[in-house]
């Protein structure tokens, strides 16, 4: 039984460039949740997804990000135009349903913006 | 929103020694309180987890206490291995966010054989 799947889990990109993280949640999950952690800091909440639905995306920058759960295929966190401020590691999490199990986490996609 | 604070924020223990973790939350409202333990260059793991009607919960040499009334829960970690070393994360869940997780800053526990 595959876990939460994330790719890539590591991606270096110039100033300016675009990021696509995708995120593939466990067998049975339709809820997909976004976070990114600082180094030394912990998990802060970035955006809520279900299939072909944003839910809460109150943790994301409005500008730059944008993230999508389409019916077929993977989870993408998009960053437009990225800045050095976008380094992080941005973990992905799935769960089976929205507040009665327990958020299962991929191993992360660490950016690095050079 | 949530807020939690957890400390000590690095906690080095000999082998067979006790670990606690602990962590206070703004919210009273709060009615989960999940523990992810972190590994180097991978993503948390539910270590544990506990809900606002229970007070404690076990598993193994793993415990969580939970005092609503003081707005506190701790990790307590019996007869630490080697494999116990890990960054540990508390997190709280209110009601009216259901989804959303508040995670404390972590605490990064050695264990010296």
């Known amino acids: 039984n595959a876990g939460v799947m994330q790719n890539p889990r590591h991606l270096v990109r110039r100033r300016g460039q675009e990021a696509r993280l995708r995120c593939s949640p466990m067998?049975?999950?339709?809820?997909v949740y976004w976070y990114r952690q600082l180094p030394e800091e912990g998990l802060k909440f970035m955006v809520y997804?279900?299939?072909?639905?944003?839910?809460?995306e109150s943790g994301m920058p409005k500008e730059r990000f944008s993230a999508e759960f389409p019916k077929e295929g993977p989870s993408i966190l998009r960053i437009q135009q990225v800045v050095r401020g976008d380094s992080a590691a941005y973990f992905c999490?799935?769960?089976?349903?929205?507040?009665?199990?327990?958020?299962?986490f991929g191993n992360g996609t660490r950016l690095t913006v050079t | 929103g949530e807020n939690v604070e957890q400390h000590p924020s690095t906690l080095s223990v000999q082998e067979g020694d006790s670990a606690v973790i602990k962590c206070t939350y703004s919210?009273?409202?709060?009615?989960?309180f999940p523990w992810y333990k972190q590994e180097l260059g991978k993503g948390p793991q539910l270590i544990i987890d506990?809900?606002?009607?229970?007070g404690e919960k076990k598993d193994q040499r793993i415990a969580v206490t939970l005092n609503k009334t003081a707005k506190h829960f701790s990790l307590h970690i019996t007869e630490t291995q080697p494999e116990d070393s890990a960054v540990y994360f508390c997190?709280?869940?209110?009601?009216?966010?259901?989804?959303?997780?508040?995670f404390g800053a972590g605490t990064t526990v050695t264990v010296r054989a």
């Open positions: 999490a799935s769960s089976r349903d929205r507040n009665n199990s327990p958020l299962h």
């Open positions: 067998k049975g999950h339709s809820h």
């Open positions: 997804l279900q299939k072909e639905n944003i839910i809460d």
């Open positions: 919210d009273s409202a709060s009615n989960y």
């Open positions: 506990i809900r606002s009607n229970v």
């Open positions: 997190a709280a869940r209110v009601p009216t966010n259901d989804y959303k997780l508040s």
